[in-house]
């Protein structure tokens, strides 16, 4: 008697598992992500992510404050690229004028901590303002002058005829290596060519992280990746200056040698990103003088000026 009981109950638990059907566990609560905007903007990142809606959205609503105040956002071109972008660090609340989000990753229109990534035109208006600011053509100048001056016996000749020619070489390498660093390979592979400063961790931190940052980047989306740009552009301008560079070492071991000097080099132009500034008052002068002295290292290793 028992046992038949025991044995009904058994075979009902089973046929009743057979047909009820199984309920999945309760999903777990997703958070709210931001909303883009209604209207799709012009000046999206090269690769969006998930972060380019919260992007769109600091464009968006920066965007509505100006006109709410009757300002119209600063536009970057050309013209404003080419030559001093100044961005006083005492206003962050106003408005910053055109092209200011080349010299300052995390300000687009007003100030925010988002970084707006640059589109490919904008990268190239950054390799332009690296190529002809002031500042560093004036240092160019000055240390082709002092060059002369010292030696003049050098493969460009004495006068001002030898320092034409140091001071146009000079140019034309620096273009060379801001179109490929800056612009062409950091377009390409959705890097953001900026530096940015880390002016709140401690110093150690911060140091190696600006000797780091010669050799990892970051993506556009805000992902660690190689940085690209200057790892192919010491390369790139080692084998070109090999062609209109006069009296240069065109051997194979002298330009590994040129290579591996401007890679070797290249942090000290970070810390000086990363940590004259808190020296320097106005940020515009504070770099392009002794990056320019560094890069004239790099470059007159094997013949170059």
């Not at 000055?142 to 004495?158: E, L, R």
Request: proline share 9%.
């Amino acid at each position: 008697m028992y046992r038949a009981l025991i044995l009904w109950f058994l075979m009902s638990t089973a046929a009743m598992a057979q047909t009820t059907p199984s309920v999945p566990p309760a999903p777990s609560p997703v958070p709210d992500l931001p909303s883009a905007p209604s209207q799709p903007l012009n000046d999206l990142p090269d690769a969006p992510s998930a972060i380019a809606e919260q992007q769109q959205d600091v464009v968006a609503i920066n965007h509505a404050i100006m006109r709410a105040q009757g300002k119209k956002p600063g536009s970057c071109d050309l013209w404003h690229a080419a030559g001093l972008i100044y961005v006083s660090s005492e206003r962050e609340a106003e408005q910053r004028p055109p092209c200011s989000e080349l010299v300052y990753p995390y300000q687009r229109f007003l100030s925010t901590n988002v970084a707006i990534p640059l589109n490919w035109k904008e990268k190239g208006y950054l390799a332009i303002h690296y190529t002809t600011d002031p500042a560093g053509l004036g240092t160019i100048v000055g240390i082709s002058a002092i060059n002369i001056a010292v030696d003049s016996h050098t493969a460009y000749g004495p006068g001002l005829k030898g320092f034409g020619k140091l001071a146009g070489v000079s140019v034309l390498q620096n273009a060379t290596a801001e179109f490929f660093g800056t612009f062409a390979v950091p377009a390409l592979a959705h890097q953001d060519p900026r530096y940015y400063r880390m002016p709140h961790m401690p110093f150690r931190k911060r140091f190696l992280y600006s000797v780091t940052r010669s050799y990892v980047s970051r993506s556009d989306d805000g992902h660690t990746i190689p940085n690209y740009g200057t790892l192919s552009a010491y390369p790139i301008v080692a084998e070109l200056s090999n062609f209109y560079v006069p009296g240069i070492e065109s051997d194979g071991l002298s330009t590994t040698k040129r290579i591996i000097t401007g890679l070797a080099l290249d942090p000290v132009n970070n810390l000086v990103n990363e940590f004259l500034p808190d020296v320097a008052r106005h940020v515009h002068v504070r770099i392009i003088f002794v990056q320019q002295i560094l890069n004239n290292i790099a470059y007159s290793q094997g013949g170059l000026p």
